[in-house]
Structures are given as structure tokens and as C-alpha cells.
């Protein structure tokens, strides 16, 4: 799967950023998702935080690592941008939960904020690529 080729491919508006810009932006995203992300599941292994406090973040997880498949692998963009809503839904949900539930760990939600940032955009793209993609879509 060559996603470089495959996102060219795609329609895009003109605010869509560069293709060498994803890169960077999700290795600097993925290593703030490792650490806080990371501080989640060890609180809740040492029964600092509850289960449902932790399960915005698995879902999260697994929301934001389907994207690729979804998106390149099956090349459908209406299931990638009910992924992305899906994904954006439950980092507003950890932020949220985890911002009321310990002030020890409000730092995580605080350090997600580049992430939430980024998927708030990332949302927004993908929806204007199905968008302007419907027909290639309705035809796959």
C-alpha cells in the first residue's frame, strides 16, 4: 500500500497541507499519544485511574491506527471520515474525562491538546476529501 501515491491521487481542497508535512506532524503527535497515552493505561494498571476513565483512550487508539487501513487499504472515504468522527469524538472524551477525574493526571489532557488540535484539522480534511471524492466513492 503506498499511501503517498494513493493520497495524491485523492481530490483535495487547497488548504490542504503538503504531503511531506504528515510525516513530521504525527511523530512529533505520536510521541506525545505514547507518553500521555502511556500514563493512562500504567495509572490504571496501579488502580490510580478507573476503567472508564482508560477507555476513551483504547478506544482512541484503535480509532486512530484503523484510519490508515481504512482510508488506503479498503480506499473509502466515507468509512475514514466516520473513523476520523469517531476518533475526534473519543480524544474529546479523554481529554474531558481525564481532566475531571485526578488532578494528577491533568497534565494528559492538557499535553493533547497539539493532537486534538490536529485532529480537529485532520476531521475537517478528511471530511472535504469525501466530499469532493463522493462520486469515486459511490462508484468503489
Known sequence: MNTQKEYRQLLKPSWSPPDWLFGPVWSVLYIIIFISFGSVFYGLLKNEIVFMIALPFILNLIFN?????????????LLAAIDILLS?????????????????FGWVALINIPYLIWVLFATTLQLTITYLNRKTTIES
Open 65 to 77: 491506527f484503523a484510519f490508515t487501513p481504512i482510508q488506503f487499504g479498503l480506499r473509502n472515504n
Open 88 to 104: 475526534l469524538g473519543t480524544l474529546i472524551w479523554a481529554i474531558f474525562s481525564i481532566w475531571q477525574s485526578t488532578p494528577i
